[in-house]
């Protein structure tokens, strides 16, 4: 049986061969097979580490909320002051650019969410984390009084997670009008405009 370090590094490498495969392929044609191939392996030897498709997909788009989730609530115990941590919270939250395999397989679950039970569990679970990230900084700002909504909260938070979304997607399209950096200045207008200023 192979040592449990060798286990973690073959389950994260199964994961970026998941990230990589849906990169080229799409989601909707992805197979055990494809993976396998990718990752160097036999499909038997895929399945001796993951049940089956569904809980290699879960684990992958468990590295997308990691990343995209859990590293921006752990800014909020690094930046104490509100204005930075939003700044900071926007920025971590778009993709790095058109070749954001990662963030692109996560708009592929959003594609798929309405057929597939499993996808739309993860991607609910996904919003809702956009949605606590942002509320907690707009909360956090607000009781400083450094931020003076215009929006309840939740709303404004609402309307973060929508431009993120949107933004994120055009950019992992490869939409040449909408760069990394204009959508922060754009989602960096819009949380001014709602009162909550961000650097």
Same mark, same amino acid.
């Given at each position: 049986?192979?040592?449990?370090?060798? =286990?973690?590094?073959? #389950?994260?490498?199964?994961? =970026?061969?998941?990230?990589?495969?849906?990169?080229?392929?799409?989601?909707?044609?992805?197979?055990?097979?494809?993976?396998?191939?990718?990752?160097?392996? /036999? #499909? @038997?030897?895929? %399945?001796?580490?993951?049940?089956?498709?569904?809980?290699?997909?879960?684990?992958?788009?468990?590295?997308?909320?990691?990343?995209?989730?859990? $590293?921006?609530?752990? *800014? $909020?115990? !690094?930046? +104490? &002051?509100?204005?930075?941590?939003?700044?900071?919270?926007?920025?971590?939250?778009?993709?790095?650019?058109?070749?954001?395999?990662?963030? $692109?397989?996560?708009?592929?679950?959003?594609?798929?969410? @309405?057929?597939?039970?499993?996808?739309? /569990?993860?991607?609910?679970?996904?919003?809702? #984390? =956009?949605?606590?990230?942002?509320?907690?900084? *707009?909360?956090?700002? !607000?009781?400083? @009084?450094?931020?003076? %909504?215009?929006?309840? !909260?939740?709303?404004?938070?609402?309307?973060?997670?929508?431009?993120?979304?949107?933004? @994120?997607?055009?950019?992992? +399209?490869?939409?040449?009008?909408?760069?990394?950096?204009?959508?922060?200045?754009?989602?960096? &207008?819009?949380? #001014?405009?709602?009162?909550?200023?961000?650097?």
């Amino acid at each position: 049986m192979a040592r449990p370090k060798n =286990q973690d590094e073959r #389950r994260a490498h199964l994961i =970026q061969a998941v990230i990589d495969t849906t990169a080229s392929t799409g989601l909707r044609s992805l197979s055990l097979a494809d993976v396998a191939r990718r990752a160097g392996l /036999t #499909r @038997g030897a895929v %399945l001796y580490y993951y049940d089956d498709l569904d809980a290699l997909l879960s684990e992958a788009y468990r590295a997308g909320m990691e990343r995209f989730c859990d $590293r921006r609530d752990v *800014l $909020r115990d !690094t930046i +104490a &002051d509100p204005a930075r941590l939003l700044g900071e919270t926007i920025r971590a939250g778009l993709p790095t650019g058109p070749d954001d395999a990662l963030m $692109r397989l996560l708009y592929e679950f959003d594609v798929v969410a @309405g057929s597939s039970p499993l996808h739309a /569990t993860l991607v609910e679970a996904m919003y809702e #984390r =956009q949605l606590a990230t942002y509320r907690a900084v *707009l909360e956090r700002g !607000t009781a400083a @009084g450094v931020f003076d %909504l215009l929006l309840d !909260t939740s709303t404004a938070a609402l309307n973060l997670v929508a431009l993120e979304d949107a933004y @994120g997607l055009h950019i992992v +399209a490869g939409n040449s009008r909408i760069s990394v950096r204009r959508a922060v200045e754009a989602m960096f &207008d819009a949380a #001014r405009v709602f009162g909550a200023p961000a650097v």
